[in-house]
């Protein structure tokens, strides 16, 4: 993982880099178990079924990509490392350089989902690498750090951001992250509910730290992307709002 040293924060370091995907590259369609219904995802095809990769016994149906996007410093390498290997590293903050990705894959009512998660860099001179990323994107996680006002108040200049550059139907969730910092907390919860209203967006609080309601967001994306995804018509229709205000916890108990 390209990742940068700065002196400012303590914080993760990170596990070893894998190779970049090519931002546009073709997606060719792979037979498999999942397929394409009416609701086709947002941006082109999914891939579909794939026999293995590397031997690494890494099956899936359906293959999604997922970007993590925000102010640096908020926590979105952390979130990912805390999905993928269900840790949180101290050590000092190394701010992400350009765009990493790792890839995980989910078992969602039976159907493997394989998400290629994107970890971009939040720092402004890498605005540029992750824009290229955007429109390759099927679901953003927008997210701000609950101890720092300012990146709560960017939001809505990465929302602008997300405008104009993702793809019109992109499934996106904000997370306010670092909530198990109660005493720096400077953002309440009922301000992230309202500008997540605001803009009709599910939201949740989370902490890379204590892993709350980390599984759960990368669950409901990608909960909300098979079902749009493959025909399901026997299936109830998922709806991600409800989902989310639903199974989210918070940031008062704990739970990873
Ligand atoms: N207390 C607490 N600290 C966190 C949490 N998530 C991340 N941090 C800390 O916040 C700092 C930044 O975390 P990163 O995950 O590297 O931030 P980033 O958003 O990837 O930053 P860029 O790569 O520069 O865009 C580090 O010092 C982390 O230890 C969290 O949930 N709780
Ligand atoms: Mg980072």
């Known amino acids: 993982m390209s990742r940068k040293k700065t002196p400012k924060c303590k914080g993760g370091s990170v596990p070893a880099a894998s190779a970049l995907p090519a931002a546009n590259g073709p997606r060719p369609v792979r037979p498999g178990t999942?397929?394409?219904?009416?609701?086709?995802?947002?941006?082109?095809?999914?891939?579909?079924?794939?026999?293995?990769?590397?031997?690494?016994?890494?099956?899936?149906?359906?293959?999604?990509?997922?970007?993590?996007?925000?102010?640096?410093?908020?926590?979105?390498?952390?979130?990912?490392?805390?999905?993928?290997?269900?840790?949180?590293?101290?050590?000092?903050?190394?701010s992400t350089v350009g765009i990493d990705f790792r890839n995980k894959v989910l078992d969602v009512d039976g159907v493997k989902v394989k998400l290629q998660i994107w970890d971009t860099a939040g720092q402004e001179r890498f605005r540029s690498v992750t824009h290229a990323y955007y429109r390759d994107a099927h679901a953003l996680l927008l997210l701000?750090?609950?101890?720092?006002?300012?990146?709560?108040?960017?939001?809505?200049?990465?929302?602008?951001?997300?405008?104009e550059y993702a793809q019109h139907n992109v499934v996106l969730m904000l997370l306010g992250n670092k909530v198990d910092s109660a005493h720096e907390r400077v953002v309440k919860r009922e301000d992230g509910e309202k500008l997540a209203k605001e803009y009709g967006l599910p939201f949740m609080e989370t902490s890379a730290k204590s892993g709350?309601?980390?599984?759960?967001?990368?669950?409901?994306?990608?909960?909300?992307?098979?079902?749009?995804?493959?025909?399901?018509?026997?299936?109830?229709?998922?709806?991600?709002?409800?989902?989310?205000?639903?199974?989210?916890?918070?940031?008062?108990?704990?739970?990873?």
């Open 34 to 94: 999942a397929h394409p219904g009416p609701e086709a995802p947002p941006n082109g095809p999914p891939q579909f079924g794939r026999p293995s990769l590397g031997g690494g016994g890494d099956f899936y149906d359906v293959a999604f990509k997922v970007m993590l996007v925000g102010d640096s410093g908020v926590g979105k390498t952390c979130l990912l490392v805390r999905f993928k290997d269900g840790a949180f590293l101290a050590g000092t903050f190394i």
């Open 144 to 163: 701000y750090d609950v101890t720092n006002k300012a990146s709560f108040d960017n939001i809505q200049a990465w929302l602008t951001e997300i405008q």
């Open 212 to 256: 709350l309601n980390v599984d759960l967001a990368f669950t409901a994306i990608a909960k909300e992307l098979k079902q749009r995804s493959t025909k399901a018509s026997s299936e109830p229709r998922f709806r991600l709002h409800e989902y989310v205000k639903n199974e989210g916890q918070g940031s008062s108990c704990c739970r990873s």
